[in-house]
T-cell receptor
Framework: GAVVSQHPSWVICKSGTSVKIECRSL??????MFWYRQFPKQSLMLMAT?????????EQGVEKDKFLINHASLTLSTLTVTSAHPEDSSFYIC????????????FGPGTRLTVT | RKEVEQDPGPFNVPEGATVAFNCTYS??????FFWYRQDCRKEPKLLMS???SGNEDGRFTAQLNRASQYISLLIRDSKLSDSATYLC?????????????FGQGTRLTINP
């Protein structure tokens, strides 16, 4: 199947700093990319949907000024967590979607963020 | 009511046993259905799509009942490597956009 990479795989940062997470589709062009967050023992929750060259669409309750999403190309999307707080500590997973004859969605390996 | 509901488990079964998971979804207009597998601290990986006609992939059988809005997954002759969390996932059209909606997941542990 298609490959989606994320970088970094894990990061520890101090409260108040910003962290950027990159998501790349390595061998295909993604029409849409998604960002999810997963807290321990909970399921994935969609944070935002982004299409290349346009503004991201955020889910209800997700602060767009805190979680900045940039989708500069069909193979790269970035999520920046600004002014991080300990409650932002979570597992962030990106996903890239391809639509040809059917809808297929591939997940990155995730980024574990710990804010101290 | 959650859009996709699963029994969170955990399920602890001996190796070789048959185990079944159930899932219900609330949106009757949901378009497609999947089972994903997620290992601890890893991303979800697609296990199989689910069709009304039912589909089988080796030891795994998935079934969809649109009338009851019910999805199932059956694992036969379970292996130790089947230990994971199984996520029921529905693809919905929400405000003009297609989005995957995840269930809470059912945790399965296969014991030797």
């Amino acid at each position: 199947g298609a490959v989606v990479s994320q970088h970094p795989s894990w990061v520890i940062c101090k409260s108040g700093t910003s962290v950027k997470i990159e998501c790349r589709s390595l061998d295909f062009q993604a029409t849409t990319m998604f960002w999810y967050r997963q807290f321990p023992k909970q399921s994935l929750m969609l944070m935002a949907t982004s299409n290349e060259g346009s503004k991201a669409t955020y889910e209800q309750g997700v602060e767009k000024d805190k979680f900045l999403i940039n989708h500069a190309s069909l193979t790269l999307s970035t999520l920046t967590v600004t002014s991080a707080h300990p409650e932002d500590s979570s597992f962030y997973i990106c996903s890239a979607r391809v639509i040809d004859k059917r809808v297929r969605q591939y997940f990155g390996p995730g980024t574990r963020l710990t804010v101290t | 009511r959650k859009e996709v509901e699963q029994d969170p488990g955990p399920f602890n079964v001996p190796e070789g046993a048959t185990v079944a998971f159930n899932c219900t979804y609330s949106n009757s207009a949901s378009q497609s259905f999947f089972w994903y597998r997620q290992d601890c601290r890893k991303e979800p990986k697609l296990l199989m799509s689910v069709y009304s006609s039912g589909n089988e992939d080796g030891r795994f059988t998935a079934q969809l009942n649109r009338a009851s809005q019910y999805i199932s997954l059956l694992i036969r002759d379970s292996k130790l490597s089947d230990s994971a969390t199984y996520l029921c996932v529905v693809n919905d059209l929400i405000q003009g956009a297609q989005k995957l909606v995840f269930g809470q997941g059912t945790r399965l542990t296969i014991n030797p």
